[in-house]
């Protein structure tokens, strides 16, 4: 059954911090995150492959890292210097990479998402 749960949304000010946690009940060859502002497309956050490659958009490279723990099953993203444009509900994504690579066309499977808001 694929599960996929995300935590440690909240709402902090512009320059804050935030991690993100994903618990996830398989394992795929693409687990990631992405993002979608209402009223606009999911966008793919970050995202890395089994064999360890790791691909950011570029308006959080420098500020976002994903990373995993295997043993735990956990995939997180620590989140920086946030800005008010990171605002947005974010979710744990999982895909066979199929389609572009684990890129959001890569991606199956999503989660129900964790909300992030950033406050000028």
């Known amino acids: 059954q694929v599960q996929l749960a995300e935590s440690g949304g909240g709402s902090v000010q512009t320059g804050g911090s935030l991690r993100l946690s994903c618990r996830y009940s398989?394992?795929?060859?693409?687990l990631g995150w992405s993002r979608q502002v209402s009223g606009k497309r999911r966008e793919g956050v970050a995202a890395?492959?089994?064999?360890?490659?790791?691909i950011y958009a570029d308006s959080v490279k420098g500020r976002f890292t994903i990373s995993q723990d295997n043993a735990k099953k956990i995939l997180y993203l620590q989140m920086n210097n946030l800005k008010p444009d990171d605002t947005a509900m974010y979710y744990c994504?999982?895909?066979?990479?199929?389609?572009?690579?684990?890129?959001?066309?890569?991606?199956?499977?999503w989660g129900k998402g964790t909300l992030v808001n950033i406050s000028s």
């Open positions: 994504a999982a895909g066979a990479g199929y389609d572009g690579g684990c890129t959001e066309n890569g991606m199956d499977y």
């Open positions: 890395r492959s089994r064999d360890g490659t790791v």
């Open positions: 398989f394992t795929s060859y693409c």
